[in-house]
């Protein structure tokens, strides 16, 4: 095949295997391996492997509790090819860390990982990025100064390199491949701080930019300027609450409710109409009251205390009756496919999957006798959704 065919010929057939079966092929001969890590080749085959919306799986990596799982997802909307991750590569020494590893990050391809070190005093881990598809791994080096939460950001279709971005006190420090080194990017003093009142360091890759909600906002990290701006948010009735922000298919989507939405059991994911534009629609309107019906426990009430300056006075304080459910992320539905996506959301102890074509529920991850916690939206619960890719940390 190698005398006969050329690059072109070998390139074309070789892009449209699955990608587990193109990181097999690369052993066959030197020529293939090459032709397979050309930078044009592995864009084309992620793109084809992942089409417009879709994600594989995700990892839980629990810190607290010390678990780890991937959950695959693709299996429930129609691919065959579906592919579970293994971590065993990455170096370990169960004397130092248990043989403890966890995702604290992904972005088309590539997680970052750490393996907790087992000592006396002051936290510390080791950090890896990797691709466990073809598993490959680099070791980064973290100054014991910057925090534990590593926000990878990469985008191959502009750039080999990708960047690693970590708070400390008032300062965003940035990591990147190119240069294999740390400096500080961003430095805030505390009247300007733009993260007062972030809940979670969790962000969402998406248009060159790291994006959280911040106080019912959205604040973006611009990757290459290294700029922070606010985007624009749409107009929603008073008393509207933005709960997640995430990406699927290029595009920007959050999801919002009313405390009385949220109560009856309604979610609303709007989306970004285009990069380029601050308009926002509805994508889909949610009715999860079957839901409540199926697993009353969901259903809460916890005390309410203002917002700033928590009193905690003895007999004060009313009870308010509310949903304990979490988005986690939107799967947005293919053109072809009529535009049907899917919503993973948890609620007590188990994650699960709504379908917006027929409004099925299903579950998607849940332990046997698990407590009925909340613990998914606790900051040592990592929830990195999956996509593989031949891509090289």
Request: hydrophobic share 35%; glycine share 6%.
């Amino acid at each position: 095949m190698n005398e006969i065919f050329s690059d072109d010929i070998i390139i074309s057939i070789l892009s449209r295997l699955p990608l587990k079966e193109v990181a097999r092929a690369r052993i066959v001969c030197k020529r293939w391996h090459a032709l397979t890590s050309e930078h044009h080749f592995l864009c084309t085959s992620f793109s084809r492997s992942t089409g417009s919306s879709s994600i594989a799986g995700f990892f839980l990596s629990d810190k607290l509790y010390r678990k780890f799982r991937y959950v695959p997802l693709r299996r429930s909307i129609g691919d065959n090819h579906h592919v579970i991750p293994d971590l065993s590569f990455i170096p370990s020494t169960p004397a130092v860390d248990r043989g403890e590893i966890y995702v604290t990050s992904s972005c088309n391809g590539l997680l970052v990982c750490c393996r907790p070190i087992i000592s006396t005093g002051r936290s510390k881990s080791n950090w890896f990025v990797c691709n466990p598809l073809t598993r490959n791994f680099v070791e980064i080096d973290v100054p014991d100064s910057i925090g534990h939460y590593l926000l990878l950001a990469y985008d191959p279709t502009k750039s080999r390199h990708y960047k690693i971005f970590a708070f400390d006190n008032y300062n965003i420090n940035v990591y990147s491949s190119q240069t294999r080194s740390w400096r500080i990017a961003v430095h805030f003093d505390h009247c300007d701080y733009p993260f007062r009142g972030l809940r979670c360091y969790h962000s969402v890759f998406w248009n060159g930019s790291l994006v959280w909600v911040v106080r019912n906002h959205l604040v973006r990290l611009l990757v290459d300027d290294e700029q922070i701006v606010e985007i624009p948010m749409p107009r929603t009735p008073e008393g509207w609450i933005c709960a997640y922000v995430g990406e699927s298919g290029g595009h920007l989507q959050m999801i919002g409710f009313t405390e009385e939405e949220r109560l009856t059991g309604f979610l609303d994911v709007l989306e970004m109409q285009d990069q380029g534009s601050s308009e926002w629609s509805v994508l889909y309107r949610l009715d999860l009251r079957r839901m409540i019906e199926l697993y009353p426990s969901i259903r809460r009430t916890r005390p309410e205390f203002p917002y700033i300056g928590l009193r905690f006075s003895r007999g004060t304080g009313r009870k308010i009756e509310y949903l304990d459910l979490g988005p986690m992320y939107v799967v947005r539905g293919a053109e072809e496919s009529g535009g049907n996506g899917l919503l993973l959301f948890n609620i007590p102890g188990k994650i699960m999957c709504y379908h917006t074509e027929n409004h099925e529920f299903s579950i998607v991850y849940g332990e046997p006798g698990a407590s009925e916690s909340d613990a998914y939206r606790f900051r040592w619960y990592h929830f990195s959704p999956y996509s593989s890719s031949l891509f090289a940390p």
